[in-house]
């Protein structure tokens, strides 16, 4: 049997993840990955870096960007693949997308302040090497850094998911806009991770109606964050809404991610893979 190992799926330092674009795409050969797509947080600017790095290293690469949606009260991720990372609608939609970051920061460190975490902000600056672009992992790798907590992990469940002391409220992109700027793009819109979202059922049929409505077309079915039964229920969900299928680790780093690039299972072999229509 012969399948492409493809993963249309992971983070560099231009976001939340711990390699370089370069380091990233080196990792991902060695790996074994054949078609790679970097998704950076509401940021494009690793692609130009990465897709020299996969010249070099054999590698064929898919531009892409991950971007934050609020919708129905839940943070939703919409992966954007295939894209013209220099078209004008994207760039300027990340770009304000990107702007409220600080602001944001700023008072998740002024929450935290009032636990008795105090100058947070500037920790997770640190650990940013992107300065648009502070992430909650940033925050939680400063916790866990400064000996407050023991992992990543463990700052989320205590301070950074919603509802905990450290979350704030924050208002992301429409759900019609970042579907809105990939097509644009020339990109094909896929929901990232979808057994994540704390959604209703009724809530995630909507979700994927909205989706399909604004012309998006994927879905993450295997995915790093995806245990086994919830790859079937959502494999399920693209052969009854017809969606194409994509194979995703959301790879941030080696400590980090449950999935290393490249080495998700492979999707169900009669989905209609994403990347058939990337190749
Ligand atoms: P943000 O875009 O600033 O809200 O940060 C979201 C990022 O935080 C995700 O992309 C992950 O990298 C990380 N993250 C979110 N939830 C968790 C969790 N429960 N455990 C570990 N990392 C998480
Ligand atoms: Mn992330
Ligand atoms: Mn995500
Ligand atoms: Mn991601």
Redesign the pocket.
């Known amino acids: 049997m012969n399948v492409m190992n493809v993963d249309l799926h992971c983070?560099s330092t231009v976001?939340?993840g711990w390699l370089e674009p370069q380091a990233l795409v080196r990792r991902a050969a060695s790996n074994g990955v054949e078609l790679l797509a970097l998704t950076d947080?509401d940021e494009v600017r690793g692609i130009d870096a990465a897709a020299d790095a996969a010249e070099e290293a054999g590698v064929r690469l898919v531009a892409g960007v991950e971007i934050s949606v609020s919708f129905a009260g839940e943070t939703v991720h919409i992966v954007g693949l295939g894209i013209d990372h220099h078209c004008p609608t994207l760039v300027d939609g990340l770009e304000v997308l990107r702007a409220g970051r600080d602001a944001r920061a700023r008072r998740m460190s002024d929450e935290l302040a009032r636990c008795g975490i105090v100058g947070a902000y500037d920790g997770a600056r640190r650990f940013a090497r992107n300065p648009a672009l502070v992430?909650r992992?940033h925050f939680a790798r400063h916790l866990v850094a400064s000996g407050l907590m023991p992992n990543v992990k463990t700052v989320f469940d205590h301070y950074l998911a919603r509802g905990k002391p450290g979350f704030v409220e924050h208002q992301w992109a429409r759900l019609e806009d970042a579907v809105g700027w990939i097509l644009a793009a020339g990109g094909i819109a896929v929901v990232a991770h979808p057994a994540r979202y704390r959604l209703s059922a009724a809530d995630m049929t909507r979700l994927f109606d909205a989706f399909s409505a604004a012309g998006g077309e994927g879905v993450e079915v295997v995915s790093g964050a995806h245990s086994e039964e919830e790859m079937r229920r959502f494999a399920t969900i693209a052969r009854q809404r017809g969606l194409l299928a994509s194979r995703a680790s959301d790879f941030?780093g080696e400590n980090e991610s449950p999935v290393d690039v490249g080495r998700c299972n492979p999707l169900p072999p009669d989905l209609t893979p994403v990347w058939s229509r990337l190749i």
């Open positions: 983070h976001s939340d947080h992430s992992a941030h």
